[in-house]
Structures are given as structure tokens and as C-alpha cells.
């Protein structure tokens, strides 16, 4: 499928600075954690690893996150987005599409309370998002 986002949002990641280690792992869990259960949906197992990017399987319950890099708190909440995606989708959605960087944006504002600065970033850097409903989180 293709994800035609995906760079975008890559970009705009390491724009904000969160292409490095700000936190422990035991952080990174808990949010993925508190993110699952704002959703309603399955808490994956979160296990590390080092030398490749984060990233989720939702459709085994397991999410990764790279200890040499990424344990920061915005890259947990990014693999949450990926996981929380397709248990409310049920489907394979485009990895970096709207759908996904709504529910992104939406974890990432629940806990930096950027009062529109992450969303205002997101659009200069084009990238699209669908708004979140009250029917999530």
C-alpha cells in the first residue's frame, strides 16, 4: 500500500527533535499503555530492541520500541497510533495516512497540551489528518 505521508511525517518527527533517547523505556510502556486504554482497545506486549526504528505489529499485540534512539515519549505514542489504528480498523489503513496522524496528533495534544503549535507544525509541513471524533478516546 502506499504511504504517501510517511516521509512527511518522518521529517516533521525529527523537526521537533524526537529522533533521540529522552526517556526510559518504562516511560515509553506506560504511555503506550495509558494511550490504549484512552482508545478502549488491546494493550500490545512493548518490548526494545536496538539498531532498527520502532515499530508496531498490532495484528500479534506487540510493539517495539528502539532503545538506542527512539525511547522517547512522542515515537511511543506514534507506534500507540499504529497499533490503536488497526484495532479500530480492523484493516490495513495507510501507515502514515489521515486517519492514523489524527489519532497521532490526538495522543500527542492529550499529553503536551501544545495548544495548537504541534497542529499548526503538522500543517506547514503538509501534512493531512482527519479530526478525532468523541466516538475515540
Given at each position: ?30 504511555r503506550i499503555e495509558?494511550?490504549?486504554?484512552w482508545y478502549d ?9 536496538r539498531n532498527e ?85
Amino acid at each position: 500500500m502506499k504511504d504517501p505521508q510517511k516521509r512527511k511525517v518522518y521529517d516533521w518527527e525529527e523537526s521537533q527533535g524526537w529522533d533521540k533517547n529522552a526517556t526510559t523505556f518504562e516511560v515509553c510502556k506506560r504511555r503506550i499503555e495509558q494511550a490504549c486504554q484512552w482508545y478502549d482497545v488491546t494493550v500490545p506486549e512493548v518490548r526494545s530492541h536496538r539498531n532498527e526504528l520502532s515499530w508496531s505489529l498490532p495484528w500479534v499485540d506487540v510493539i517495539s520500541m528502539r532503545e538506542d534512539g527512539e525511547l522517547n515519549v512522542p515515537i511511543a505514542l506514534h507506534e500507540a497510533a499504529h497499533h490503536i489504528v488497526f484495532k479500530l480498523r480492523r484493516e490495513r489503513v495507510q501507515d502514515h495516512g489521515p486517519f492514523f496522524f489524527g489519532i497521532y496528533l490526538d495522543l500527542l495534544e492529550r499529553f503536551y497540551r501544545s495548544n495548537n503549535v504541534l497542529r499548526e507544525s503538522a500543517r506547514k509541513a503538509g501534512i493531512k489528518w482527519k479530526e478525532q471524533s468523541d466516538d475515540y478516546g
